[in-house]
């Protein structure tokens, strides 16, 4: 997993547009970018798909800091720095969406200190609000706005509680949760019968036995409510142990 800090309490001062809607984070990993072509070389963003009404948006890019500054690690659910910097800055769009994570009252003990997984599953209202880059133009209104939480309907690792509507979870599908769960059983057992959720989702990225849909199996076990719906393992503070 990445070497970089992505806690809020640590970022040092220094991405057709949705707005304005319920919706749960199906899917969120940092990825390298050149934005359709407008940029010469690409830059790493956190690409977020948001489930809104049972139909996932299209991604919605965060800015984490310079071509130079940081790469995704192999997960996807962290960062390693390339230069000197270990923490990203708090003028950068994703450090924004963090933030406003904790002001609308998500607990900042719960967010792991260099992978992102944990987010997936939140349910919350999102909003765009204008932001303010002092000394620097923007193109257009997308690069002056950013979309941010301003509430939290639910934690990822709370009960389903439905809203009687949108896609059923994906702990729900059978087909893979049952091959996905053999996966992550054998790497806790080859590490000794317990593991770090970030460790096992890195181990997992490179296993070959992963059914077919990879991503889908990937975020599959980055769900909290998957792990902690199995009868293998138990699932507290980040660790996973056989039972």
């Given at each position: 997993?990445?070497?970089?800090?992505?806690?809020?309490?640590?970022?040092?001062?220094?991405?057709?547009?949705?707005?304005?809607?319920?919706?749960?984070?199906?899917?969120?990993?940092?990825?390298?970018?050149?934005?359709?072509?407008?940029?010469?070389?690409?830059?790493?963003?956190?690409?977020?798909?948001?489930?809104?009404?049972?139909?996932?948006?299209?991604?919605?890019?965060?800015?984490?800091?310079?071509?130079?500054?940081?790469?995704?690690?192999?997960?996807?659910?962290?960062?390693?720095?390339?230069?000197?910097?270990?923490?990203?800055?708090?003028?950068?769009?994703?450090?924004?969406?963090?933030?406003?994570?904790?002001?609308?009252?998500?607990?900042?003990?719960?967010?792991?200190?260099?992978?992102?997984?944990?987010?997936?599953?939140?349910?919350?209202?999102?909003?765009?609000?204008?932001?303010?880059?002092?000394?620097?133009?923007?193109?257009d209104e997308r690069e002056s706005t950013v979309l941010l939480c301003t509430k939290i309907n639910q934690l990822p690792?709370?009960?389903?509680?439905?809203?009687?509507?949108?896609?059923?979870?994906?702990?729900?599908?059978?087909?893979?949760?049952?091959?996905?769960?053999?996966?992550?059983?054998?790497?806790?057992?080859?590490?000794g019968g317990d593991i770090s959720k970030k460790d096992m989702l890195s181990i997992l990225f490179k296993d070959d036995?992963?059914?077919?849909?990879?991503?889908?199996?990937?975020?599959?076990?980055?769900?909290?409510?998957?792990?902690?719906?199995?009868?293998?393992?138990?699932?507290?503070?980040?660790?996973?142990?056989?039972?």
């Amino acid at each position: 997993m990445g070497d970089v800090s992505l806690r809020p309490d640590g970022f040092a001062e220094g991405g057709g547009l949705i707005d304005d809607f319920d919706g749960i984070i199906s899917d969120i990993r940092f990825v390298m970018t050149d934005y359709d072509g407008a940029m010469s070389t690409p830059v790493p963003v956190a690409r977020v798909v948001f489930n809104v009404d049972g139909e996932e948006t299209e991604p919605t890019l965060y800015s984490v800091g310079g071509k130079d500054d940081f790469a995704p690690d192999e997960s996807g659910m962290g960062l390693i720095k390339l230069k000197s910097k270990n923490t990203l800055t708090k003028k950068a769009k994703f450090p924004m969406l963090l933030a406003s994570f904790i002001d609308v009252g998500f607990p900042l003990n719960k967010m792991d200190g260099d992978s992102i997984g944990y987010l997936v599953g939140l349910d919350g209202h999102f909003l765009r609000k204008a932001v303010e880059f002092k000394g620097i133009k923007r193109k257009d209104e997308r690069e002056s706005t950013v979309l941010l939480c301003t509430k939290i309907n639910q934690l990822p690792w709370e009960s389903k509680k439905g809203r009687g509507k949108g896609k059923k979870a994906a702990s729900d599908d059978d087909s893979l949760s049952t091959p996905v769960a053999s996966c992550i059983g054998t790497i806790i057992i080859g590490n000794g019968g317990d593991i770090s959720k970030k460790d096992m989702l890195s181990i997992l990225f490179k296993d070959d036995s992963l059914p077919s849909n990879k991503r889908a199996a990937l975020k599959l076990a980055s769900d909290d409510t998957f792990l902690n719906g199995r009868d293998e393992w138990s699932y507290e503070n980040g660790v996973l142990k056989m039972v």
